[in-house]
Nanobody, 121 residues
Framework: QVQLVESGGGLVQPGGSLRLSCAASGTIFSINDMAWYRQAAGKERELVGI???????TYADSVKGRFTISRDNAKNTAYLQINNPKPEDTAVYFC???????????????WGQGTQVTVTS
C-alpha cells in the first residue's frame, strides 16, 4: 500500500507564491515519476508537470516559467512551487506517483487526495 498526502494549498493573491507538497509513504521500493495535475471546477483534470527520478522536468505550456517541480528522494516527497499565480490557476491540485512496491516489486500508481488552490485578490 502506498499513500500520498498533499499539503500547502490555500488562498493566494495574484503575483504571490505558494508551495505544495506531496509525501509518499508505505511499502515503497522505488519511485519513478512524480507528477502534479489540477482540475478546475467544471473542467477535466490536466497535467501540470512531471519530474523524473533523475530530476528531469516537463511542464504544461500554461505554467512554464511560473511553476517549478522538485523532489526530495530521501523523503519520497515532491514539491510544486507556484509563483506569480493567476486566477485561472485556481483548481484542486493532485499529485500522482508511480513506482514499485516492496517486497513484491509490483508496479503502483497512486493519487493524492487533492489540495485546493484559490487565486484571488
Amino acid at each position: 500500500q502506498v499513500q500520498l498526502v498533499e499539503s500547502g494549498g490555500g488562498l493566494v493573491q495574484p503575483g504571490g507564491s505558494l508551495r505544495l507538497s506531496c509525501a509518499a509513504s508505505g511499502t515503497i521500493f522505488s519511485i519513478n515519476d512524480m507528477a502534479w495535475y489540477r482540475q478546475a471546477a467544471g473542467k477535466e483534470r490536466e497535467l501540470v508537470g512531471i519530474i523524473s527520478n533523475g530530476g528531469k522536468t516537463t511542464y504544461a505550456d500554461s505554467v512554464k516559467g511560473r511553476f517549478t517541480i522538485s523532489r526530495d528522494n530521501a523523503k519520497n516527497t515532491a514539491y510544486l512551487q507556484i509563483n506569480n499565480p493567476k486566477p485561472e490557476d485556481t483548481a484542486v491540485y493532485f499529485c500522482n506517483v508511480d513506482g514499485r512496491t516492496r517486497p513484491t516489486m509490483e508496479v503502483f500508481s497512486s493519487w493524492g487526495q487533492g489540495t485546493q488552490v484559490t487565486v484571488t485578490s
